[in-house]
C-alpha cells in the first residue's frame, strides 16, 4: 500500500500546535519554579524538562506515524507489558519518601504507573469497542473491564501511588459510563457502592480512617497537606488580575511552595501570570478537551471512538484534578498537570496521548462510507 | 443476529460525545469560578499575605523523655538553649542590627557576618543561625531591646541536661545531631535536619521512645516577623519518660571507687537481671555533646589510649581467668571427670611432655578436691580436670552457661567473646588443637575471652541454681503524665541443666573462697552478709616491654605489663540479692585490685535493702490498730 496523501491533508495541525504551545507554557513556569528559588541545583531539572520534551516529541510523532489499529492488536501484549512493570517496580523500584514507584534504567528513573495509564484505556477502548451495544452493559459484561482496571488499580495503590490509581478508577468509570451501562446494573452498582462504604470503613484502622479523612480534608493537617493547601492558594490569590510578573512570584521564590516544580506548578503559574494567565491556560485545557472530544465524534470506528474518549478522560481529569487541588477543591494527591509540571515520564505519557489523538484524528476518512 | 441490531453505530456515539462535551463544561465553569474567587474576589487579601509571606510554619519541639533510676532520681531532663536566628531580608539595616547584637550578646560582629554569609543569604527570607545556646543573660538583654532588634529571632529549643555529669555516661549514653544520610533514611520519623537523636547507650537504644513527636502551628507574622496570631496548632507530644533499673546511689559510690583506674563494675538482682550497676572508667562528659561537639574535642576524647568512650562492660573483651574455673569444674562435675570426693595433688606445676605448666602457688596446694580447688583457686587441679574433659567438652559447658554469645542486653555493640573449640581453631587459625591448649583453657587464659557482663550473668545464674536472665537496663517506661506505657518484664535466656550436687559443690567453692581462712577473697568476708566469689588473675599475653631508654618509673608503661584483676560474686550466699562483676584493668590482683570494689557494693547494697525494709515494716506497723 503506497502512501496515502489524505494523511497529510487531514493532519491536525491545531491540536499538534496547541500541544507545542502548552509545552513552552511549561517550559516557561518550571523556569521560573527553579530559577526564583534558593536551591541552585534545582536549575539543572530545566535542562532535563527541556531534553524530555525532546523525547516526548518523537513520541508523539512516533505515535501517529502508524495507524492506531494497530494498537488494538497490541493490547494485549502492551497490558502485559505494562503490569509486568508494575509488579517489577514493586519489587525492585526505588523508594523514595516512603513510596516505591521508579525503576531506574541506567541514568534515568521511569515511572511505569505513568504509561499503565494508557494501557488501561487502550485495553478497555478494544474491549468496549467489540461488544458496546445500545441498551449498555450488564453486569456479566463488566466483569472484565472491572478485573482489567483492578489488577493496575492494586498495584499502583501498593506503591503507595494514590492519585495515579485514582486516576485509573475514573478513568475507567468514565470510559464505562461513555459506552452505557444498563440501567438497573448501574443502580445497583451505585447502591452496592453506597452500602459498602460504611461497612468498609467499619474495618479499616484508626491510623487508616485518620489518612483518609486527612486526604478529603486537607485542613486537618495544618502541618502538612493543609499548610501546603493555604501557601498555594495565597500564591494563586496573590496573583491577583494580572499577576506579580515573570519570575517574580514570592510565594514560589521561597519555596513556600511544596513541590512547586511538579503538582503545584499551576499556583507557580497563577501567581506569576494573574487571572489573565490563569484564565488562558484554563480555556486552553477546555479547548484541547472539546477537541479530543471532537476527535473521538468524528471517527467512524468504535475502537478509535473509544480510544479518543479515553485518552481524552486522562487528560481532563489530571487537569481538573491537579488544578482543583492546588485550588483547594480537592484532596491533596500526587496527581501533574499534563504538558505542564516537571517530570519525564509525565511528559512522555502525555505527548504519547496526543500522539494518540493526531493519529486518530488523521485517520478518520479511513472508515467513511 | 441480535448482536447485529444491538450493534452501535457513530451517531449513537455521537450524541454521547455531546453529553461529555456538556459535563466537561460545567466542570471547568467550576474551575474558573474558584479561579475568580481566588484572584479576583480574595486576591487582595491574599495579595497582603503574600507580601509579608506572613503565613509561617512553625515546628514545636517535643521534649525529649526523662530519664530515672529504679527509685525515681532524676538523671537525665532538659534545659531551655536558646538559640539566636536572623532573618537578614527583615533585619534592615543589617549591619546596625547585628552592632547592636554584639553589644548586647558579646558575640563578635564579624561571626555573625560570616555565618550569614556561609547560609549565602545577605537578602534572605530563610533564618540564618547565629549562635546556639546564648545563655539566659544574653536572651534577657536581646528580649529587652526586641523592638530595635527588627528581623532579630529566638528560639527556645529544649536540650539535654545530664544531671550527673559523668556518671552512668556509657548507659545513658548522649546525642548527636542527625546527619544529611539519616535525614534521607528516614529512619527517624518526623525529625529534621538540626534535630538530635541518640546516639550512644540508652539514649541510642530506646530513640524511639524518648524521642516524642514535633508539633507545630500556622501563624501569621507581621512585617518584622513577630507573630501576629497562631493559626491553628497541633501540640506537640513528649516522648516518654525512662525508669532505669540503676540504683543511681550505688553507681555513684562504684565510680567513686573505679576512679583514676581503668576498668569495670557491673551489678544485677540475680533473681531478675535487673541491673543494678553498670560503670566503665575512664568516662566522659555527656554535657559536651549537648550543644554538638568540635572536631577537635571529638578527637581529644577518641584518641585517648585509655578508651574513655568504650562502656567496657559489654564492648571489652578479656581473658576470664579463674573466674572460668567455675565453668571447668561443671564440665568436670557433670561429665564425671571428677566428684565431689576427687582429689589430685597439686605440687606447685603440672608437666604435660616437654612442658611445665605452673600453678600460681609456687610452693603447691598438695592434696586438694573441687570444693578447695575453687576456694584456693589451684590451677593444677583444673589444668587435670581440663585434660581429661577436653577443649570441645569445656566449650559445651561454657556455652550453656552463656559464654562465647551475646547477653542481648539493650544496648548496641555488646561484645560477643570467644569461646575455642577445635573446629574453631582449625577454621581459623589452620592449626589443629593442641592439648597445652586446653591445659590453658581450663583456667581461663588462652584463646578465651569475655565481657564483665557475660560473667556476671553467670554468676548470677549460680547464684538462683541455674537461670540465666538477660541482664535489664530499664525498668519501665511512662508518659509524660505518668501513665505507665511499657513494664520491662525479666527475660530469661537460658537455663544450667546441671545435677543439683554439681550447683551445690561450686556453691561450696565460691563460699569457701571468701569465708575460709585460705580462700583466694578472704580479705573482703563480711559477717553481716555472707558473699560468694571468685577471683581471678588475667595474665597478658601480649606484654608490651618498655623502649629501651624508658625506666619502669615509667607508670603508665610499668602498669602495661600488670595482669588484670577480676573478681565475680554474689551475696548473700544463701539467698543472693545481688550478683557483681569486677574488672580492673592491670590491678595486678583479683583479691586485692577488684574483690575490695565487690564488698564495698554488696555491703552497700544491702544494708540499703535492710534499711528500706525496715522502713516498710515501720510504716505497716504504724497503720495498725493499737
Same mark, same amino acid.
Given at each position: 500500500?503506497?502512501?496515502?496523501?489524505?494523511?497529510?491533508?487531514?493532519? %491536525?495541525?491545531?491540536? /499538534?500546535?496547541?500541544?507545542?504551545?502548552?509545552?513552552?507554557?511549561?517550559?516557561?513556569?518550571?523556569?521560573?519554579?527553579?530559577?526564583?528559588?534558593?536551591?541552585?541545583?534545582?536549575?539543572?531539572?530545566?535542562?532535563?524538562?527541556?531534553?524530555?520534551?525532546?523525547?516526548?516529541?518523537?513520541?508523539?510523532?512516533?505515535?501517529? #506515524?502508524?495507524?492506531?489499529?494497530?494498537?488494538?492488536?497490541?493490547?494485549?501484549?502492551?497490558?502485559?507489558?505494562?503490569?509486568?512493570?508494575?509488579?517489577?517496580?514493586?519489587?525492585?523500584?526505588?523508594?523514595?519518601?516512603?513510596?516505591?514507584?521508579?525503576?531506574?534504567?541506567?541514568?534515568?528513573?521511569?515511572?511505569?504507573?505513568?504509561?499503565?495509564?494508557?494501557?488501561?484505556?487502550?485495553?478497555?477502548?478494544?474491549?468496549?469497542?467489540?461488544?458496546?451495544?445500545?441498551?449498555?452493559?450488564?453486569?456479566?459484561?463488566?466483569?472484565?473491564?472491572?478485573?482489567?482496571?483492578?489488577?493496575?488499580?492494586?498495584?499502583?495503590?501498593?506503591?503507595?501511588?494514590?492519585?495515579?490509581?485514582?486516576?485509573?478508577?475514573?478513568?475507567?468509570?468514565?470510559?464505562?459510563?461513555?459506552?452505557?451501562?444498563?440501567?438497573?446494573?448501574?443502580?445497583?452498582?451505585?447502591?452496592?457502592?453506597?452500602?459498602?462504604?460504611?461497612?468498609?470503613?467499619?474495618?479499616?484502622?484508626?491510623?487508616?480512617?485518620?489518612?483518609?479523612? !486527612?486526604?478529603?480534608?486537607? %485542613?486537618?493537617?495544618?502541618?502538612?497537606?493543609?499548610?501546603?493547601?493555604?501557601?498555594?492558594?495565597?500564591?494563586?490569590?496573590?496573583?491577583?488580575?494580572?499577576?506579580?510578573? &515573570?519570575?517574580?512570584?514570592?510565594?514560589?521564590?521561597?519555596?513556600?511552595?511544596?513541590?512547586?516544580?511538579?503538582?503545584?506548578?499551576?499556583?507557580?503559574?497563577?501567581?506569576?501570570?494573574?487571572?489573565?494567565?490563569?484564565?488562558?491556560?484554563? #480555556?486552553?485545557?477546555?479547548?484541547?478537551?472539546?477537541?479530543?472530544?471532537?476527535?473521538?465524534?468524528?471517527?467512524?470506528? @468504535?475502537?478509535?471512538?473509544?480510544?479518543?474518549?479515553?485518552?481524552?478522560?486522562?487528560?481532563?481529569?489530571?487537569?481538573?484534578?491537579?488544578?482543583?487541588?492546588?485550588?483547594?477543591?480537592?484532596?491533596?494527591?500526587?496527581?501533574?498537570?499534563?504538558?505542564?509540571?516537571?517530570?519525564?515520564?509525565?511528559?512522555?505519557? /502525555?505527548?504519547?496521548?496526543?500522539?494518540?489523538?493526531? @493519529?486518530?484524528?488523521?485517520?478518520? &476518512?479511513?472508515?467513511?462510507? | 443476529?441480535?448482536?447485529?441490531?444491538? !450493534?452501535?453505530?457513530?451517531?449513537?456515539?455521537?450524541?454521547?460525545?455531546?453529553?461529555?462535551?456538556?459535563?466537561?463544561?460545567?466542570?471547568?465553569?467550576?474551575? &474558573?469560578?474558584?479561579?475568580?474567587?481566588?484572584?479576583?474576589?480574595?486576591?487582595?487579601?491574599?495579595?497582603?499575605?503574600? *507580601?509579608?509571606?506572613?503565613?509561617?510554619?512553625?515546628?514545636?519541639?517535643?521534649?525529649?523523655?526523662?530519664?530515672?533510676?529504679? *527509685?525515681?532520681?532524676?538523671?537525665?531532663?532538659?534545659?531551655?538553649?536558646?538559640?539566636?536566628?536572623?532573618?537578614?531580608?527583615?533585619?534592615?539595616?543589617?549591619?546596625?542590627?547585628?552592632?547592636?547584637?554584639?553589644?548586647?550578646?558579646?558575640?563578635?560582629?564579624?561571626?555573625?557576618?560570616?555565618?550569614?554569609?556561609?547560609?549565602?543569604?545577605?537578602?534572605?527570607?530563610?533564618?540564618?543561625?547565629?549562635?546556639?545556646?546564648?545563655?539566659? %543573660?544574653?536572651?534577657?538583654?536581646?528580649?529587652?531591646?526586641?523592638?530595635?532588634?527588627?528581623?532579630?529571632?529566638? @528560639?527556645?529549643?529544649?536540650?539535654?541536661?545530664?544531671?550527673?555529669?559523668?556518671?552512668?555516661?556509657?548507659?545513658?549514653?548522649?546525642?548527636?545531631?542527625?546527619?544529611?544520610?539519616?535525614?534521607?533514611?528516614?529512619?527517624?520519623?518526623?525529625?529534621?535536619?538540626?534535630?538530635?537523636?541518640?546516639?550512644?547507650?540508652?539514649?541510642?537504644?530506646?530513640?524511639?521512645?524518648?524521642?516524642?513527636?514535633?508539633?507545630?502551628?500556622?501563624?501569621?507574622?507581621?512585617?518584622?516577623?513577630?507573630?501576629?496570631?497562631?493559626?491553628?496548632?497541633?501540640?506537640?507530644?513528649?516522648?516518654?519518660?525512662?525508669?532505669?533499673?540503676?540504683?543511681?546511689?550505688?553507681?555513684?559510690?562504684?565510680?567513686?571507687?573505679?576512679? %583514676?583506674?581503668?576498668?569495670?563494675?557491673?551489678?544485677?538482682?540475680?533473681?531478675?537481671?535487673?541491673?543494678?550497676?553498670?560503670?566503665?572508667?575512664?568516662?566522659?562528659?555527656?554535657?559536651?555533646?549537648?550543644?554538638?561537639? !568540635?572536631?577537635?574535642?571529638?578527637?581529644?576524647?577518641?584518641?585517648?589510649?585509655?578508651?574513655?568512650?568504650?562502656?567496657?562492660?559489654?564492648?571489652?573483651?578479656?581473658?576470664?581467668?579463674?573466674?572460668?574455673?567455675?565453668?571447668?569444674?561443671?564440665?568436670?562435675?557433670?561429665?564425671?571427670?571428677?566428684?565431689?570426693?576427687?582429689?589430685?595433688?597439686?605440687?606447685?606445676?603440672?608437666?604435660?611432655? @616437654?612442658?611445665?605448666?605452673?600453678?600460681?602457688?609456687?610452693?603447691?596446694?598438695?592434696?586438694?578436691?573441687?570444693?578447695?580447688?575453687?576456694?584456693?583457686?589451684?590451677?593444677?587441679?583444673?589444668?587435670?580436670?581440663?585434660?581429661?574433659?577436653?577443649?570441645?567438652?569445656?566449650?559445651?559447658?561454657?556455652?550453656?552457661?552463656?559464654?562465647?554469645?551475646?547477653?542481648?542486653?539493650?544496648?548496641?555493640?555488646?561484645?560477643?567473646?570467644?569461646?575455642?573449640?577445635?573446629?574453631?581453631?582449625?577454621?581459623?587459625?589452620?592449626?589443629?588443637?593442641?592439648?597445652?591448649?586446653?591445659?590453658?583453657?581450663?583456667?581461663?587464659?588462652?584463646?578465651?575471652?569475655?565481657?564483665?557482663?557475660?560473667?556476671?550473668?553467670?554468676?548470677?545464674?549460680?547464684?538462683?541454681?541455674?537461670?540465666?536472665?538477660?541482664?535489664?537496663?530499664?525498668?519501665?517506661?511512662?508518659?509524660?503524665?505518668?501513665?505507665?506505657?511499657?513494664?520491662?518484664?525479666?527475660?530469661?535466656?537460658?537455663?544450667?541443666?546441671?545435677?543439683?550436687?554439681?550447683?551445690?559443690?561450686?556453691?561450696?567453692?565460691?563460699?569457701?573462697?571468701?569465708?575460709?581462712?585460705?580462700? !583466694?577473697?578472704?580479705?573482703?568476708?563480711?559477717?553481716?552478709?555472707?558473699?560468694?566469689?571468685?577471683?581471678?588473675?588475667?595474665?597478658?599475653?601480649?606484654?608490651?616491654?618498655?623502649?629501651?631508654?624508658?625506666?619502669?618509673?615509667?607508670?603508665?608503661?610499668?602498669?602495661?605489663?600488670?595482669?588484670?584483676?577480676?573478681?565475680?560474686?554474689?551475696?548473700?550466699?544463701?539467698?543472693?540479692?545481688?550478683?557483681?562483676?569486677?574488672?580492673?584493668?592491670?590491678? *595486678?590482683?583479683?583479691?586485692?585490685?577488684?574483690?575490695?570494689?565487690?564488698?564495698?557494693?554488696?555491703?552497700?547494697?544491702?544494708?540499703?535493702?535492710?534499711?528500706?525494709?525496715?522502713?516498710?515494716?515501720?510504716?505497716?506497723?504504724?497503720?495498725?490498730?493499737?
Amino acid at each position: 500500500m503506497g502512501f496515502d496523501r489524505r494523511l497529510v491533508q487531514y493532519f %491536525d495541525w491545531g491540536l /499538534m500546535l496547541l500541544v507545542i504551545v502548552l509545552g513552552a507554557i511549561g517550559l516557561v513556569a518550571l523556569y521560573s519554579a527553579v530559577t526564583a528559588g534558593a536551591d541552585i541545583a534545582q536549575k539543572i531539572l530545566f535542562t532535563k524538562q527541556l531534553i524530555w520534551y525532546g523525547a516526548g516529541l518523537a513520541a508523539m510523532v512516533f505515535f501517529f #506515524l502508524f495507524s492506531y489499529k494497530s494498537l488494538e492488536k497490541w493490547a494485549d501484549i502492551i497490558y502485559g507489558g505494562c503490569v509486568f512493570l508494575l509488579v517489577v517496580v514493586l519489587l525492585f523500584g526505588k523508594v523514595t519518601g516512603g513510596s516505591q514507584r521508579w525503576l531506574l534504567v541506567g541514568p534515568i528513573s521511569v515511572q511505569p504507573s505513568e504509561i499503565a495509564k494508557v494501557a488501561v484505556i487502550i485495553i478497555l477502548a478494544r474491549y468496549y469497542s467489540k461488544y458496546a451495544n445500545e441498551r449498555g452493559f450488564s453486569f456479566r459484561g463488566l466483569i472484565n473491564p472491572i478485573i482489567l482496571t483492578a489488577i493496575p488499580f492494586v498495584l499502583i495503590v501498593k506503591q503507595p501511588d494514590l492519585g495515579t490509581a485514582m486516576v485509573i478508577l475514573l478513568i475507567a468509570a468514565t470510559m464505562t459510563l461513555f459506552v452505557k451501562i444498563e440501567r438497573r446494573t448501574l443502580i445497583y452498582i451505585l447502591s452496592f457502592g453506597i452500602l459498602s462504604g460504611p461497612m468498609v470503613w467499619y474495618f479499616l484502622k484508626g491510623y487508616q480512617k485518620q489518612r483518609i479523612l !486527612t486526604f478529603l480534608n486537607p %485542613d486537618r493537617d495544618p502541618l502538612g497537606a493543609g499548610y501546603h493547601i493555604i501557601q498555594s492558594k495565597i500564591g494563586i490569590g496573590s496573583g491577583y488580575i494580572s499577576g506579580r510578573g &515573570f519570575l517574580k512570584g514570592t510565594q514560589n521564590a521561597l519555596s513556600f511552595l511544596p513541590e512547586q516544580h511538579t503538582d503545584f506548578i499551576f499556583s507557580v503559574l497563577a501567581e506569576e501570570w494573574g487571572f489573565m494567565g490563569a484564565s488562558v491556560l484554563l #480555556l486552553m485545557f477546555l479547548f484541547f478537551i472539546v477537541w479530543g472530544l471532537n476527535i473521538a465524534a468524528n471517527c467512524r470506528d @468504535n475502537f478509535g471512538t473509544i480510544l479518543a474518549v479515553g485518552i481524552t478522560t486522562l487528560i481532563m481529569w489530571q487537569v481538573l484534578i491537579n488544578i482543583g487541588m492546588v485550588m483547594g477543591l480537592m484532596p491533596v494527591v500526587g496527581v501533574t498537570l499534563p504538558f505542564i509540571s516537571y517530570g519525564g515520564s509525565s511528559i512522555v505519557t /502525555m505527548m504519547i496521548c496526543a500522539g494518540i489523538l493526531l @493519529n486518530i484524528s488523521m485517520r478518520r &476518512f479511513q472508515f467513511e462510507k | 443476529m441480535k448482536q447485529y441490531l444491538n !450493534t452501535v453505530t457513530s451517531e449513537w456515539f455521537n450524541k454521547r460525545v455531546m453529553g461529555a462535551i456538556l459535563c466537561v463544561v460545567v466542570a471547568f465553569s467550576i474551575l &474558573f469560578m474558584r479561579l475568580f474567587y481566588l484572584q479576583i474576589i480574595k486576591g487582595e487579601e491574599f495579595l497582603r499575605l503574600s *507580601e509579608n509571606n506572613s503565613i509561617r510554619l512553625e515546628s514545636i519541639v517535643a521534649p525529649r523523655g526523662l530519664i530515672f533510676d529504679a *527509685e525515681g532520681n532524676l538523671l537525665v531532663d532538659n534545659r531551655p538553649s536558646f538559640d539566636l536566628r536572623i532573618i537578614p531580608r527583615n533585619a534592615k539595616p543589617l549591619e546596625q542590627t547585628l552592632k547592636k547584637l554584639a553589644r548586647y550578646t558579646n558575640i563578635p560582629e564579624e561571626d555573625m557576618m560570616e555565618e550569614i554569609r556561609a547560609c549565602n543569604g545577605m537578602s534572605s527570607y530563610k533564618p540564618v543561625l547565629l549562635k546556639q545556646d546564648i545563655g539566659r %543573660d544574653a536572651m534577657a538583654a536581646i528580649e529587652v531591646h526586641r523592638f530595635d532588634l527588627p528581623g532579630v529571632v529566638m @528560639n527556645i529549643r529544649p536540650v539535654r541536661h545530664y544531671i550527673n555529669g559523668q556518671h552512668a555516661a556509657h548507659l545513658i549514653g548522649y546525642l548527636g545531631e542527625i546527619n544529611a544520610k539519616e535525614l534521607q533514611r528516614g529512619a527517624f520519623e518526623g525529625c529534621k535536619s538540626g534535630d538530635f537523636i541518640g546516639r550512644f547507650g540508652v539514649e541510642k537504644t530506646y530513640e524511639d521512645l524518648l524521642r516524642g513527636k514535633r508539633g507545630g502551628r500556622q501563624v501569621e507574622v507581621d512585617v518584622r516577623g513577630q507573630v501576629v496570631k497562631a493559626l491553628r496548632t497541633v501540640s506537640a507530644i513528649p516522648g516518654r519518660n525512662l525508669y532505669l533499673s540503676l540504683d543511681y546511689a550505688l553507681q555513684k559510690k562504684v565510680e567513686e571507687l573505679l576512679q %583514676d583506674r581503668v576498668g569495670a563494675v557491673v551489678a544485677m538482682d540475680p533473681m531478675t537481671g535487673y541491673t543494678l550497676v553498670m560503670a566503665s572508667s575512664p568516662t566522659f562528659d555527656q554535657n559536651a555533646f549537648v550543644s554538638g561537639m !568540635t572536631r577537635k574535642e571529638w578527637k581529644v576524647l577518641t584518641s585517648n589510649p585509655e578508651y574513655p568512650m568504650t562502656n567496657r562492660v559489654i564492648q571489652a573483651e578479656y581473658p576470664p581467668a579463674s573466674t572460668y574455673k567455675i565453668v571447668t569444674a561443671i564440665a568436670g562435675l557433670e561429665e564425671g571427670a571428677i566428684d565431689s570426693k576427687t582429689t589430685h595433688y597439686c605440687p606447685g606445676y603440672y608437666g604435660m611432655g @616437654n612442658r611445665v605448666f605452673r600453678c600460681w602457688k609456687r610452693g603447691g596446694h598438695g592434696d586438694v578436691n573441687v570444693v578447695r580447688a575453687i576456694a584456693e583457686s589451684c590451677d593444677v587441679f583444673f589444668y587435670k580436670v581440663g585434660e581429661e574433659v577436653g577443649v570441645d567438652k569445656l566449650a559445651f559447658y561454657a556455652r550453656m552457661c552463656g559464654l562465647g554469645a551475646r547477653t542481648g542486653i539493650n544496648l548496641e555493640n555488646e561484645g560477643r567473646g570467644l569461646i575455642p573449640t577445635s573446629e574453631w581453631k582449625k577454621k581459623r587459625i589452620g592449626e589443629s588443637w593442641q592439648k597445652g591448649e586446653t591445659l590453658n583453657v581450663s583456667i581461663g587464659q588462652g584463646f578465651n575471652l569475655t565481657t564483665p557482663l557475660q560473667m556476671l550473668v553467670l554468676t548470677a545464674a549460680i547464684a538462683n541454681n541455674g537461670t540465666l536472665y538477660q541482664p535489664q537496663i530499664v525498668r519501665r517506661l511512662e508518659t509524660a503524665d505518668g501513665i505507665e506505657v511499657k513494664n520491662i518484664e525479666p527475660k530469661v535466656t537460658g537455663n544450667l541443666t546441671l545435677n543439683p550436687q554439681t550447683m551445690d559443690i561450686v556453691k561450696k567453692g565460691l563460699w569457701e573462697a571468701v569465708n575460709t581462712k585460705k580462700g !583466694t577473697a578472704r580479705g573482703i568476708k563480711l559477717d553481716a552478709y555472707p558473699i560468694s566469689g571468685k577471683t581471678g588473675t588475667a595474665q597478658l599475653v601480649t606484654t608490651k616491654e618498655p623502649k629501651r631508654g624508658e625506666t619502669e618509673k615509667n607508670d603508665s608503661l610499668f602498669n602495661q605489663n600488670l595482669p588484670h584483676a577480676w573478681f565475680v560474686a554474689y551475696a548473700p550466699s544463701e539467698a543472693p540479692r545481688i550478683a557483681v562483676a569486677i574488672i580492673v584493668e592491670h590491678g *595486678e590482683h583479683g583479691s586485692t585490685a577488684a574483690a575490695p570494689i565487690a564488698k564495698e557494693v554488696i555491703k552497700m547494697y544491702m544494708e540499703k535493702q535492710e534499711e528500706k525494709k525496715w522502713l516498710a515494716d515501720a510504716g505497716d506497723g504504724k497503720d495498725m490498730p493499737e
